[in-house]
Nanobody, 126 residues
Framework: QVQLVESGGGLVQAGESLRLSCAVS????????MSWFRQAPGKEREFVAG????????QYTDSVKGRFTISRDNAKNTVYLEMNNLKPEDTAVYYC???????????????????WGQGTQVTVSS
């Protein structure tokens, strides 16, 4: 089993920054893929960013490129999502998710992930 615990959400104004954290525990493999998704009210869960733990390679959805950065801390078993220049349309519940079998070709598909955190709310006011 794998446990994921997110933190760092909150209420900010447009243009401000937040850093989300996702602490990973349990049975961990070095090649797992860790991703951030978000879900706004009435919308489907959307892939935001992903990182391959072993290589550090990353992938982002177009709407956050240049503003968000995903990173990991091996010693702390934690993945971060640094969010800069936040916009009202970034408002959503943000979830971290992981899977040991996905490739980059399937990384954006939420229902393929086996493990999820509980989510953290990010609200950006205009």
């Amino acid at each position: 089993q794998v446990q994921l615990v997110e933190s760092g959400g909150g209420l900010v104004q447009a243009g401000e920054s937040l850093r989300l954290s996702c602490a990973v525990s349990g049975r961990i493999f070095s090649n797992y893929l860790m991703s951030w998704f978000r879900q706004a009210p009435g919308k489907e869960r959307e892939f935001v960013a992903g990182i391959r733990w072993s290589t550090g390679t990353t992938q982002y959805t177009d709407s956050v490129k240049g503003r968000f950065t995903i990173s990991r801390d091996n010693a702390k078993n934690t993945v971060y999502l640094e969010m800069n220049n936040l916009k009202p349309e970034d408002t959503a519940v943000y979830y971290c998710a992981t899977d040991f079998t996905l490739s980059w070709a399937t990384a954006t598909t939420a229902n393929l992930y086996d493990y999820w955190g509980q989510g953290t709310q990010v609200t950006v006011s205009s």
